[in-house]
């Protein structure tokens, strides 16, 4: 009788137990409606696709060529002005038929990279040796920061005098339009590096290399990020103006040249749409990408929920 009467306790011990485990993983989970409300993406891992800005992006577009087509039809310019949007969409057709579209996005592309890597290299290395030397950074913030404002145009003139009609001008004048930018956010990003930072690290032994290694460099990494993203903005303006100016041979520059002599609308506004089109995509692809991994690492990085 009493062992029957403890089985019977135990058997009831085990019931509540399992009961209280059943409850806490009922309640530990997230409920139907807050699973609803999470997932507005395609995926749920970080490569995420956002519905609303999807379908607001070819709202606008669809938008944007259906006026286009209505000032078209309704005449305000004439057709060698502004072609509709069918005739560019054969110009594209054209141009990607003949390979002329592609080999110039690759070249265009190709100057692009080697200058703005150049422009990098050049402006992380002057960035800190004016941090590193106080006079001179002060003397030579004073500078980039005129230069910075210069008209990369105006690079142009100065190009084909000092080195010709040649790839090599073309990559000066990039050089020379993006590089200051690079200068200034790198000198600026370790400048404004908390001074509370650089004693705490030393107080734990953390000295030269070492201190600028995992210190220094970490922390002016977003500014450093924003200052070469304005800087690959102002390779790209300077690039296609210094293409069209220069005559180079072969680039978007080069379609934009070939459609303004010979009065090809059509073609020019294929070339526009070309270089907004990659314009985009490196900033999306990218930048924000690289900025975003920048800011998550840091902590600066906000998740906005729909609710």
Do not use: C
């Not at 992006?57 to 310019?77: H, P």
């Not at 703005?116 to 050049?122: E, G, R, Y």
């Not at 960035?127 to 001179?136: C, I, P, R």
């Amino acid at each position: 009788m009493r062992n029957s009467s403890k089985g019977n306790r135990n058997t009831k011990e085990d019931k509540s137990k399992k009961k209280e485990k059943i409850k806490y993983l009922q309640e530990s989970q997230p409920t139907t409606v807050e699973k609803n409300r999470k997932p507005h993406f395609v995926f749920v891992n970080k490569n995420r696709i956002n519905f609303d800005e999807l379908a607001n992006t070819v709202l606008f577009i669809v938008a944007f060529i259906g006026i286009w087509q209505l000032i078209y039809l309704l005449g305000i310019w004439p057709k060698v002005s502004l072609p509709s949007p069918l005739m560019v969409g054969e110009s594209f057709y054209e141009l990607l038929q003949n390979n002329m579209l592609i080999t110039s996005i690759a070249m265009t592309l190709y100057r692009l990279t080697i200058g703005f890597f150049i422009s990098i290299a050049l402006g992380v290395a002057i960035g800190l040796a004016m941090v590193k030397f106080t006079g001179f950074g002060k003397t030579m913030g004073s500078f980039a920061i005129g230069l910075q404002s210069f008209p990369s145009v105006a690079w142009v003139p100065f190009a084909i005098l000092l080195i010709g009609l040649n790839d090599f001008g073309i990559l000066f004048v990039v050089i020379m339009s993006s590089v200051f930018s690079v200068m200034m956010s790198t000198y600026s990003g370790m400048r404004n590096i908390p001074t509370i930072y650089i004693r705490a690290a030393k107080n734990m032994g953390a000295k030269g290399i070492h201190l600028f290694r995992y210190l220094m460099i970490p922390a002016a990494t977003p500014a450093l990020i924003t200052g070469i993203k304005q800087a690959w903005s102002f390779a790209w303006h300077a690039l296609i103006g210094a293409e069209i100016l220069m005559a180079a041979s072969i680039g978007i520059g080069h379609i934009l040249l070939i459609g303004r002599e010979f009065q090809a609308m059509n073609q020019i506004i294929a070339s526009m749409i070309t270089i907004f089109a990659l314009g985009m995509l490196f900033d999306r692809v990218l930048f924000m990408k690289l900025e975003d991994k920048v800011r998550e690492k840091w902590g600066l990085k906000q998740e906005q929920e729909n609710t």
